[in-house]
């Protein structure tokens, strides 16, 4: 049996020219090859050769943050985090940098938070616990926090995150780099990637598109998302658009607001943050549901103005919304039309193109997790995750995929967000009335 | 039985089966000693009359402050005052009171005052126990703002009321002793520097410890997620949001109240959780809530081995009296002593370990029994002893609530068959009695200078 296919589907596929495979592969070929593999390939290059340049600016902008130690609020919201307080102020006891105060905002918890709060706010690890007995949302108690923070530079944490010993230190150093910078997001690493399936390729997942992805995107000045779990802003720029809005998707708002009047925003793949993935499908399903709703919500919707020449228009502003709803939205449309062109025109040959399908996918996921090993500072541990890479085709290109179109879908014709009980309701309704 | 309320020299008294009380309606009607009354009645309406008899009384050295004290029911008084008292009664049913105050005072006769009185732990312990075991009832403390601890207990607090703590720590250590238990009845806070239960709880700045501290709500604005104190969206007459300028219409609609915040006048830091602070009225010592004094207040009631060290006083101050005939069934008295002597003599000659004991109880049922009942029920308490005695042991039986035994070659401490007879003793006695006291056990090991007679008074 096998025997008779493996030459029949090398036969067909040298007899078929480069044309015909472009013709049949013409999604892999524009969308995929070119943003996965030139691009990251072409941005590492000039990454090496600027290294050096790179380095020192990097070292300058250090001696600066350490000439001025700036004072640092760290803002943690958050309901039922009680039990990662602790944990959390011993990792950031280690930390290089030492000048900043904890707030900690506790968001209706309805178990031992308050008192766990209270205690740490009293043996002085924790500098301010704030507590809403009535639960906000998100961004209510971000904007709380923000209300009392006294630094100079805000630190927004999620409380079951761990950091690396110079996680603070790096997340500033951007801001002295260049005074325009606002806003710095942090690199999110997957802790638990040895837990399940699940966590490992949302591990790899993380280092495409959180690592590299971000270090290309904010090469090019188009980085759109700071990440809720490390992200590191000014307060001047927080205070001037009066701090987050309601979510969720609140992480990628606030960082196109900040775009919006005139900052720039900056990755920082060195301010290294871990944090626990869900280790389940279902629980992953929810969450990227959740997420890719509030790109219709937020980029199609609430700032649809970027797009728009007006007073404000800003090309790089342009470009970041502009990738985003292309790579996401307008590409998922894409891949149903191709599915159904494949389908349609080639209903003959489906037993040699889904499987030539499959070997470029799987090529290009390798040649893809050598560009992030270049990248990456902890390349000998994540190796561990190689061998999973080979699933990578049907977590990204089917199980994502499929999540994404239910998502966008639900969210374009019905607005779902607006019904998403990770905010309270009386939030919603008023947010879905001031058509946010 | 005639009662009479009769007038002679000033002095009121009222008479029934033989006994005597007086009857006291001014502080200077009080004799010097009033010991030859069974009792005394006060009968005024004078709330201060009350308290100075009653203090004059109680305020008495030993027993003679324990004298059965009733009041004439016509009068109300605080039950804080009457706790002192042996409570209300009418003063025309003379048999009544006088049931009362014989009961008491059998048990107070029971009691003799320790030589040591003078010192205060002793005097505080005695009169506590005498007091207590010879009304049979619970030492309840109320509470007063008269007491530095905010509690007063009966009698107790009459001579000694400026010392409330004293007293308190007195009851400790009784309780640890053994010789009282207590019920928890409440906690006290008290000042760590003078003890003082008067403070002013305040919440203050956790910072600059001041007290001048305001509290503000938070508003969260819905639509905007803005979430500040009240202050921020105060725009003259109305409130407006910061964000967003909209006008803020209907809390529980556009926006709500989710919590409070305290703003410090005095150094403006701003906290949700300020600190307690207890300032004490008397010498204002500012005291955190973790410093105070927490002392535990119970209601005291007497133990076997509190009642053990009143009777101990008891035998041991008797005149001897061991002058009954020969027990019902056993050996007679003299016998027992001579067998007792010479065994003495054995000890001191062969250093073998001898045990001399005695068993006693208490009962008021028992006492009003006839004779013939009493002298069956000594024969079954004899008959159960001698089930757990050997050959050379030796019995003696002085009165149904009394017994002497001599266990040759026999040590106390190692000597399961003693247990027993105390364990089946209490046993007949609370299986057919309703009001029992424990059954008391005190051994001795003889040594070749003991007195037998000696011996046998103290035991
Ligand atoms: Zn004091
Ligand atoms: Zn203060
Ligand atoms: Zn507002």
């Not at chain 1, 390798?366 to 561990?384: A, G, H, N, P, T």
């Not at chain 2, 005695?358 to 159960?384: P, T, V, Y």
């Amino acid at each position: 049996m096998l025997e008779q296919i493996i030459p029949e589907y090398l036969n067909y596929w040298s007899a078929v020219g480069l044309q015909k495979f472009i013709r049949v592969f013409w999604y892999f070929v524009l969308f995929e090859f070119t943003r996965y593999i030139m691009i990251d390939y072409v941005v590492y290059t000039i990454f090496t050769l600027t290294r050096k340049k790179r380095k020192a600016r990097f070292e300058k902008a250090r001696q600066a943050l350490f000439n001025e130690n700036p004072f640092v609020s760290i803002i943690i919201p958050g309901k039922n985090e009680g039990k990662h307080l602790y944990k959390l102020t011993k990792s950031l006891a280690e930390q290089t940098f030492t000048n900043f105060e904890l707030i900690i905002v506790d968001d209706g918890s309805d178990d031992d938070t308050p008192t766990i709060g209270k205690n740490l706010e009293k043996l002085g690890l924790i500098d301010m616990f704030i507590r809403n007995e009535m639960r906000g949302g998100k961004a209510s108690a971000a904007n709380l926090a923000l209300r009392f923070s006294k630094g100079k530079y805000i630190v927004h944490l999620d409380a079951d995150c761990s950091f690396d010993r110079d996680a603070i230190e790096n997340i500033l150093i951007p801001f002295f780099m260049d005074n325009r910078i606002a806003a710095v997001g942090g690199n999110v690493k997957v802790r638990n990637y040895k837990e399940s399936l699940c966590t490992k390729l949302q591990a790899i997942e993380y280092l495409k598109t959180v690592s590299v992805g971000r270090i290309v995107t904010s090469y090019l000045g188009i980085y759109k998302i700071i990440s809720g779990a490390f992200g590191a802003f000014k307060k001047e720029a927080t205070d001037a658009i009066g701090g987050w809005d309601i979510g969720p998707g609140l992480d990628g708002d606030i960082t196109v607001k900040i775009r919006k009047s005139g900052y720039k925003v900056y990755f920082e793949p060195s301010a290294v943050c871990l944090t626990n993935a869900p280790s389940k499908f279902k629980i992953l399903t929810k969450q990227r549901l959740r997420w890719d709703k509030s790109i219709i919500r937020f980029r199609l919707r609430k700032h649809k103005d970027v797009y728009f020449p007006n007073a404000n228009f800003n090309w790089a502003t342009f470009f970041s919304l502009s990738e985003n709803v292309f790579y996401n939205v307008i590409l998922d449309i894409l891949w149903w039309i191709y599915i159904i062109d494949i389908c349609f025109n080639y209903s003959g040959s489906l037993q040699f193109i889904i499987p030539m399908n499959f070997t470029l996918y799987f090529v290009m996921n390798y040649v893809q997790m050598l560009s992030i090993s270049f990248f990456s500072e902890r390349s000998k541990e994540e190796r561990f995750l190689w061998p999973y890479v080979i699933f990578m085709t049907l977590y990204t290109g089917t199980y994502l995929r499929i999540v994404r179109t239910c998502a966008y879908y639900k969210e374009f014709f019905f607005k779902r967000s607006f019904e998403d009980p990770w905010n309270p309701y009386k939030s919603s309704v008023q947010a879905k009335r001031a058509g946010l | 039985m005639l009662n009479v309320l009769r007038n002679n020299e000033t002095k009121q008294t009222l008479t029934a089966q033989g006994h005597e009380l007086l009857v006291v309606y001014r502080t200077s009607d009080l004799p010097k000693d009033w010991a030859q009354y069974a009792g005394i009645v006060v009968n005024t309406d004078s709330e201060k009359t009350l308290l100075e008899i009653v203090k004059k009384v109680r305020c008495e050295q030993g027993t003679l402050s324990l004298i059965p004290l009733f009041v004439n029911e016509l009068h109300t008084f605080q039950e804080e005052l009457l706790s002192h008292t042996d409570g209300k009664v009418h003063i025309a049913q003379v048999d009544t009171i006088v049931k009362k105050a014989i009961k008491i005072n059998k048990r107070l006769g029971q009691i003799i005052t320790p030589l040591n009185l003078s010192v205060y732990e002793v005097q505080i312990q005695f009169k506590t126990l005498a007091f207590l075991y010879s009304r049979k009832r619970l030492l309840t403390p109320f509470t007063s703002r008269k007491s530095k601890i905010g509690y007063y207990f009966p009698m107790l607090s009459l001579w000694n009321g400026d010392d409330s703590l004293g007293i308190l720590k007195a009851l400790e250590t009784m309780q640890h002793g053994g010789l009282i238990t207590s019920t928890f009845k409440d906690h006290v806070h008290l000042c760590k520097n003078c003890s003082g239960n008067y403070l002013n709880f305040k919440e203050i700045c956790p910072s600059c410890h001041d007290a001048d501290i305001q509290a503000r709500d938070m508003i969260h604005h819905f639509v905007c997620a803005h979430v500040a104190p009240e202050d921020d969206f105060k725009k003259g007459d109305h409130l407006s949001c910061p964000k967003c300028d909209k006008k803020l219409r209907h809390i529980g609609i556009d926006y709500d109240k989710p919590s409070a915040i305290f703003l410090c006048n005095s150094c403006t830091n701003e906290f949700q959780n300020p600190q307690i602070q207890a300032a004490c009225f008397d010498c204002e010592k500012e005291n955190s809530l973790s410093e105070l004094l927490q002392k535990t207040i119970g209601e005291y009631s007497i133990t076997a081995k509190g009642e053990q060290w009143l009777l101990n006083y008891h035998t041991s101050l008797k005149e001897e009296k061991h002058s009954h005939p020969a027990s019902l069934k056993g050996i007679s008295f003299p016998i027992f002593k001579l067998m007792a002597r010479q065994e003495l003599k054995r000890v001191a000659a062969t250093g073998t370990q001898s045990t001399l004991g005695s068993i006693a109880f208490q009962n008021d049922e028992i006492e009003f029994f006839n004779s013939d009942m009493k002298a069956a029920i000594q024969a079954e308490m004899e008959k159960i002893i001698q089930s757990y005695l050997t050959d050379v042991d030796l019995l003696y039986s002085e009165a149904y609530n009394k017994f002497y035994f001599l266990l040759p070659d026999t040590l106390a401490s190692n000597c399961e068959r003693l247990e027993q007879i105390r364990y089946n003793l209490s046993k007949l006695l609370t299986d057919n009695l309703t009001d029992t006291m424990p059954v008391v056990m005190h051994t001795h090991q003889l040594k070749k200078e003991d007195e037998i007679d000696l011996l046998l008074n103290t035991l």
